[in-house]
């Protein structure tokens, strides 16, 4: 255990020594502070990659498919804005294809980690940071691009148990330091009638970080106009199960085991982001897989041509496009939405 992750786990002891169990969102939330904060996590000899670290082509389609949208709507202007954008490099490949395609918006980024923050520079030199939603711009539409940041937010988890409902709570554990058990308040409430009856031991999750972000963009979209686009891994339609997991050097871990030096997230629940953008008055298209929308934009022609430009590499491209596109890889535990205003183009790449 490094000392920063020392530090974590005797902040979160004492807590619960003063005030009891801390809520699974409360732990999920201390212990991924301090992980983003201490270091860049990603890429081959970090913990994890994201589809823009495996190829060019990502950042390129999400690109063409905001050029497109742009072409169509002709705002006088517009902003770029990503949320949690890692080290820049889907923004990069994303603003170099629109200039390509005629248009260069101002770059905002919404991003709190130091160390990330520093990557990001590096990438896109020209980006305004901000450390809130707040602080965005007002005046212009928002293109905004969410990619795998919803997983990284704190999530509540409620149990099925012999006394009802209880929200699940992280206790000390003298194995392995943090367990996870029922809390003693009931959350009947929050379960939908549905899923009011399973099984002992059942799971529900919900995010209310999630939606209270999602409804803010929202707002702003149906205000300022513009679109939003989310991709991340998660379901479609209400669910239950335990979906948070813990990677560490591209393996799977125990989540309650030295928090802060593990990555924690959990599925995302994008009927929850659909209602909520839908709510504030936007259409929404999709969810749908990312094979099938990568697919739509085109990847399978930019395979093709950035191997015939460059056949030393061909089979790594092929690679890289499976890896993104295929059902048994990323192409369908990955979900792509879209929000956006009535009065804006129908987005491409949803089969619309």
Known sequence: MSPDTEQVAVRLTQQIEASGPVSVAEYMRVANTAYYGRADPLGAAGDFITAPEISQMFGEMVGIWLSDLWLRHRPVACYYVEIGPGR?????????????L??????????NSPALRAKQVQAVPDATFHDNLETLPTDAPLFVVANEFFDALPIRQIV?????WRERVVVQDGVSGFAAMPGACATEDLIPEQFR???????????PEASSIMQQL???????????????????????????????????????????ELDLTAHVDFFELSNCAQKCGLLVAGPGDQGAWLSGLGIDQRAQILAASN????????????RLVAPDAMGTLFKVLA??????????????
């Open 197 to 207: 009856t399973a099984a002992m031991g059942s799971i529900y999750e919900i995010c």
């Open 339 to 352: 929000a956006y205003p009535p009065d804006w183009p129908q987005p491409q790449g949803f089969g619309l």
């Open 311 to 322: 056949p030393d590499r061909a089979a790594d491209i092929t690679a890289a496009r499976n």
């Open 102 to 111: 005629g248009w260069e918006p101002s770059v905002h980024f919404v991003e």
């Open 160 to 164: 099925s148990t012999q006394g009802g």
């Open 218 to 260: 929202s707002a702003r979209l149906a205000k300022q106009g513009g679109v939003m686009l989310v991709i991340d891994y998660g379901y479609t339609q209400p669910a239950l199960g335990d979906t948070l997991q813990a990677v560490q050097s591209h393996t799977y871990g125990d989540p309650f085991t030295n928090p802060g």
């Open 88 to 100: 820049g490099t889907l923004g990069a490949d994303a603003l170099r294809t629109m200039r390509r």
